[in-house]
């Protein structure tokens, strides 16, 4: 019989809703039951796509022993991390702060008062390696519960209060310079692997901000170092196992420093991400490298993950089934020589497993071979080598898919659409920008409440239950504001105008300028959590500085760019002691020393001279810049007013900082005013 999770939209709390766990959803009513019962809290948070959540979930929350166990001695609470980054960012740290690790499957015990008493991530159901068994926690958990109530308490007490002695530092009051900038440069080239490309040893995680901070930095100062890491880091992940080499796109993470062998999982977010990573790098170096890999990471994210809602989908599960009825990772991806050979015959085989390189031994388990590109040299036939690719993709189409998650998250759609829509723009794919109008369409329908509230996510058309955190504003302002430059439609920069106007009232603290991460109104937990540090994606508040810094640029709003400016101040504290975590707010920081620069383009919509101007302006390397197109006449955007036709042709003005260059009737001279 289904449990509590049966009704919810997540698709993770619906995996476990025929568990014979009496689970909950988060909620008051759980807590209260907790109170009422005298039981403590189970919180076990997880999400879909997340590999070892599927093995535990298995081993422990579907046997019907532990089960009867956790129902007698405990209210089990089920958390999507996806759903409630902020629930899972507090208890995280706790977990972080208790054990010095922290990771999902995360599983934590609380007094009914929420409070944290004991932690842990994934638990066998047996002993293993030293680890105590789940059930051995969980008796262990109900002993002390039962006989040391008073010392559970005070533990709990005590971790609380030491959570919140943990406020972040706010650092310097005022905007990073050059010296920080350069400093965080510094930090990174000590970090980087120069003979495979990235940072730090294994797992590698694609660093998708640092590389936008990078091909920032390079634009405004000219350091070849700085785009030599960029470059040489994309490079190697786009041929690697960490990029699908047959349909595009990118895995989570790879498990070795070679970025051969992926964690399988693809998430929205990578893929926007490193969509419009590679579309930059392009725009800096003509690479066809980069130009292949954005478009066809695009039209991954259009073809894999796009809802029949027109929103884009969470992610693609790691496992999938083998053909023997087993949910193995990786299975979907890899191959064998044979395998080659079925499909494409002895000769193409051969060819494929070159190219490919397919080997006898494996890169990966029991012989399979995860595809890479690790020729750098040597002659191939291109036909040869589209027909192989062709027919591989066909076959592995017959293969059982991994699952999805359909859940819509507005954050990932927001840098979804941005990542659509300057990729659209850049080689001229109208699809691709329809793609991300039909995203931020759907965010505006059912995300955004008659307050311009947003939610964190919708399934299916109908909405979830759990308000919007700072980078659900943040990163869908970001969105609106790309599609703002590449369509010149202003109702876009209204909308952003919107969500940024509950960053500067809701997020903000009004005396110190720090952000959090869940509105002044949000539900109490028992640390209103603050992290202004990438993870896999930008942070809430670098993301907020950045939008704030660009919505300012399109319209003049000063109490936006001064927030931006406050909020910048975090960087200067951390960029150069640790520019890994902060890369965001790098390239934001970068785009505040060069102003950024504001491109208004005006001349007929149709006329090939104002779409040729508009490229030129969308194609600027200028860190940051902002563009608004539109007829001399139009009221649409804030920085065309008053921009008249120079001899009745079309015409760009580029100013910054409160200066404006002559404005200018040729495209070349428009280039090099904007860094191209």
């Known amino acids: ?34 109170r009422k019962s005298g039981k403590p809290v189970l919180l076990s948070v997880g999400y879909s796509s997340c590999h070892w959540c599927h093995v535990m979930a298995h081993e422990s929350f579907e046997d019907q022993e532990t089960a009867d166990y956790l129902n007698a001695h405990f209210v089990s609470v089920k958390v999507d991390r996806e759903e409630r980054p902020d629930v899972d960012a507090v208890y995280m740290e706790a977990v972080q702060a208790a054990t010095g690790q922290g990771g999902w499957p995360m599983t934590v015990f609380l007094t009914p008062d929420a409070e944290p008493f004991y932690f842990g991530t994934y638990f066998p159901p047996a002993p293993r390696h030293g680890s105590p068994s789940f059930r051995q926690v969980l008796e262990g958990v109900h002993s002390a519960w039962t006989d040391r109530r008073d ?33 965080a440069l510094l930090g990174l080239t000590r970090d980087y692997d120069s003979s495979r490309g990235g940072f730090g040893g294994a797992p590698k995680f694609p660093p998708s901000m640092a590389i936008e901070f990078l091909l920032r930095h390079h634009a405004r100062t000219g350091s070849e170092g700085a785009l030599q890491m960029a470059a040489d880091t994309c490079e190697r992940m786009a041929r690697g196992g960490i990029y699908d080499q047959l349909g595009g796109g990118f895995a989570r993470y790879s498990v070795d420093r070679e ?5 399988f999982e693809k998430m929205l977010y990578d893929n926007a991400l490193l969509c419009r990573v590679y579309a930059h790098l392009w725009r800096s170096t003509g690479s066809d490298l980069a130009r292949r890999v ?60 070159d190219y490919f390189g397919v080997t006898e031994e494996g890169t990966f388990e029991e012989g399979a071979s995860v595809l890479q590109l690790p020729q750098s040299e040597g002659v191939f036939d291109a036909e040869r080598i589209a027909s192989v690719r062709a027919r ?27 990542a659509l829509a300057e990729t659209g723009a850049y080689f001229d794919r109208p699809d691709l920008i329809e793609a991300a109008l039909g995203a931020a369409d759907l965010l505006v329908r059912i995300h955004l409440d008659e307050h311009a509230r947003l939610a964190r996510t919708s399934k ?45 009232v809701q997020f903000t603290d009004e005396e110190s300028g720090t952000l959090y991460d869940t509105a002044a109104d949000a539900e109490k937990l028992i640390r209103r959590p603050q992290d202004p540090t990438d993870n896999a994606t930008p942070s809430g508040w670098s993301a907020a500085a950045g939008a704030l810094l660009s919505y300012a640029a399109q319209t003049g709003a000063e109490p936006h760019r001064a927030a931006a400016e406050r ?28 102003g950024p620069r504001e491109v208004a ?42 921009r008249l036709l120079v001899s009745g042709e079309p015409t760009a003005y580029v100013c910054r900082n409160f200066t404006c260059d002559a404005p200018t009737t040729d495209v070349d001279r428009l280039r090099e005013a904007l860094g191209r």
């Open 294 to 353: 954005a478009l066809e990471t695009a039209d991954f994210m259009v073809r894999e993950l796009r809802t029949n809602e027109g929103g884009f989908a969470s992610a693609l599960d790691a496992d999938s089934d083998d053909g023997s009825g087993r949910h193995v990772e990786g299975a979907y991806y890899v191959w064998t020589p044979a395998q080659l050979v079925e499909v494409l015959g002895e000769r193409d085989a051969e060819l494929a497993a």
């Open 567 to 594: 909020a910048l101040g975090v960087v200067k504290a951390l960029g150069p002691r640790a520019p890994r975590f902060i890369g965001w707010g790098l390239a934001t920081a970068e785009a505040l020393l060069d």
């Open 392 to 418: 591989l993709l066909e076959a592995r189409g017959e293969r059982p898919a991994p699952g999805r998650d359909d859940k819509v998250v507005a954050a990932w759609n927001g840098l979804a659409v941005a």
């Open 151 to 183: 010392e559970v308490a005070e533990v709990a007490e005590k971790i609380v209060r030491d959570l919140a002695g943990r406020e972040i530092a706010f650092g310097d009051t005022q905007v990073p310079g050059e010296e920080d900038l350069a400093g």
């Open 259 to 263: 970025w051969v062998v992926p964690h």
């Open 460 to 504: 299916d058309g109908r909405v979830g239950a759990n308000a919007g955190v700072l980078e659900d504003y943040a990163d869908v302002s970001e969105g609106f504001l790309a599609l703002a430059s590449v369509t010149g439609e202003g109702v876009w920069l209204e909308f952003a105008g919107f969500l940024l106007d509950h960053v500067l």
């Open 601 to 642: 383009v005006v001349g007929p919509v149709d006329d090939p001279a104002t779409k040729e101007l508009h490229r030129a302006a969308l194609l600027a390397t200028a860190p940051g810049a902002v563009v608004a197109v539109g007829a001399p006449d139009s009221d649409e955007l804030p920085l065309l007013a008053e």
């Open 1 to 34: 019989m289904p449990n509590r999770l049966a009704h919810e939209t997540s698709p993770y709390l619906l995996q476990h809703a025929d568990n014979p766990v009496d689970w909950w959803p988060w909620s008051a009513e759980a807590f209260e039951e907790a």
